[in-house]
């Protein structure tokens, strides 16, 4: 008879080679992080006996570094490790927000923002947040590792892009200079524990007043989180004043494919998608200012 089972290891092989095992048996994993997806989904999604993979134990997933050059954020950091680290409230306050977003105190003591990824949710919001600071996925491959750009990384409601036998190590970003800022806003029908209608993270590097750089992610307003091109065009070169705003606004407007719910007509989410992005960017802008 089939069941449920558990397992902890504590290194990457050991992983690697549970996950290989099991595509050759047959037999189910599911890989779990904080569990804030997994516990919900076992019990009303998928019932199917199969074995936890819990990836906490391992010294890699566990990493939290700031670095002169890059910052990783391992797969089994949560949420409430990530905004008690001061420095990289600083560097990444638009992340920071969007993970802060996620549940409540007691789900952030577990959720992760790789669970968040991997779970792929269309809503999810750490992860416009993750595209617009232009994070990198790192994967444990069975042949070693491969780096994928997150926004390649959800490929559609639920899926993403790896592989049998492959998890996900943690994410990692350039460090960003002193005039690069981020924001993430969301908007939901309550003011807690709801997901997102729309969502927007946007990043912007200043010189001076201008910007030199840009990038924007929408959320909930298509089947994945989406980096808007076009937005970021709208901003380079502008001292992201309202005319520019404006456009970037209409830029996530024309790009969002939202479907209507409960939660808000398709027509609605368009609209708020251009609000948010207009907003998240004007706190952007005068964070990168020092404002
Ligand atoms: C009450 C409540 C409120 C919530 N509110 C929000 C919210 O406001 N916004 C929001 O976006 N989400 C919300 N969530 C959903 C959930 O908390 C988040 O998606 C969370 O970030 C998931 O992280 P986790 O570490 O718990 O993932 P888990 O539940 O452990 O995993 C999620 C999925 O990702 C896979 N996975 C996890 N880590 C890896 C890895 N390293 N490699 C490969 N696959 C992996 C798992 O197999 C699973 O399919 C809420 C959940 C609850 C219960």
Redesign the pocket.
Known sequence: MSAYAYVAPTSISEVLTLLDDHVRSGRGT????????????MRSVNREPRTFID?KRLEE?NRLHVGAEEVYIG??I??ARMQEHAELKTLYPGLLE??D????TQ?QG????????????P?????PALIAAGAVCDIATPDGSRELAVEDFVVGVGQ?A?ADG?????VMLRRPQASTKDAYL?F?PRTE????VAGVGVSVTLDGPNCIAARVAIGAVATKALLVVDAAEALIGTTLDDAALQLAGMACQAAAQPISDKRGSAGYRKKVVAVLCRRALAIARDRALGR
Request: a negative charge.
């Open positions: 599911q890989i779990l992080a904080g569990g804030t997806d997994v516990m919900v989904q990836i997933t797969s089994a949560p949420s969007a993970a977003l996620i549940g409540s789900v577990r959720a992760t923002i790789c669970g968040n990824l991997c779970n792929a949710s809503a999810g919001d750490s992860i993403n790896l492959e998890f996900l190590l943690g969301r939901t524990m709801d997901i997102a």
